[in-house]
């Protein structure tokens, strides 16, 4: 069975930096490219981030660029974010998935202070 | 950047009457390899994404086949031939023939009359 799995959310302050984690398991990680999508509440999906299987093409959004960083380890089968200068309205619960079958539960990442 | 446009974005529907989703783009889809990576997507409350519908018309497993997708070039619809109660949610049509140039629609909150 699949699993995603984020960790990694939580509270922090305008300006901090938080780094989310999500874990694969049970289908090939190194095959996939891997992306990050954040929805705030009652607004539709916004598609942030991407990495290619291998990680040799990286795509970021306008709103994150320069801001936040997207990597994996497939030897871990791991993808990871690192959001940096965190503003108000990166508040949003942060999926990574395939952007097909698998998705991850979720996580809230809060910024306020 | 490709633009989706659903419609309609609220879709009050009686159980038992089929309901149908528009979502078209502002360019082809249809990618160099002759396939159209155009998807569906069910977002239950509180659930993560859940894709239906991939390459425009093929049905995920475990999908009931009630859903269906159709269309072709830059006009696709979905259609559910008889709304259930457990269909309530958000549908967003995702474009992933310009990866990593993804796309989400606005998404289309389905609702029982």
């Known amino acids: 069975e699949v699993h995603l799995v984020e960790s990694g959310g939580g509270l922090v302050q305008p300006g901090g930096s938080l780094r989310l984690s999500c874990s694969a398991s049970?289908?090939?990680?190194?095959?996939?490219?891997m992306h990050w999508v954040r929805q705030t509440p009652g607004r539709g999906l916004e598609y942030i981030s991407a990495?290619?299987?291998?990680?040799?093409?990286?795509y970021y959004a306008d709103s994150v660029k320069g801001r936040f960083t997207i990597s994996r380890d497939n030897s871990k089968k791991t993808l990871y974010f690192q959001m940096s200068s965190l503003r108000t309205e990166d508040t949003a619960v942060y999926y990574c998935?395939?952007?097909?079958?698998?998705w991850g539960q979720g996580i809230l990442v809060t910024v306020s202070s | 950047d490709v633009v989706l446009t659903q419609s309609p974005l609220s879709l009050p529907v009686t159980l038992g009457q089929p309901a149908s989703i528009s979502c078209r783009s502002s360019?082809?889809?249809?990618?160099?390899?002759?396939?159209?990576?155009l998807n569906w997507f069910q977002q239950r409350p509180g659930q993560s994404p859940r894709r239906l519908i991939y390459?425009?018309?093929n049905r995920d497993s475990g999908v009931p086949d009630r859903f269906s997708g159709s269309g072709s070039g830059t006009d696709f619809t979905l259609k559910i031939s008889r709304v259930e109660a457990e269909d309530v949610g958000v549908y967003y049509c995702?474009?992933?023939?310009?990866?990593?140039?993804?796309?989400f629609g606005q998404g289309t909150r389905l609702e029982i009359k």
């Open positions: 998935g395939t952007a097909g079958k698998y």
């Open positions: 990495i290619s299987n291998n990680g040799d093409i990286i």
């Open positions: 049970g289908f090939t990680f190194s095959d996939y490219a």
């Open positions: 995702m474009q992933g023939t310009k990866w990593p140039f993804i796309t």
């Open positions: 390459e425009v018309s």
């Open positions: 360019q082809s889809l249809v990618h160099s390899d002759g396939n159209t990576y």
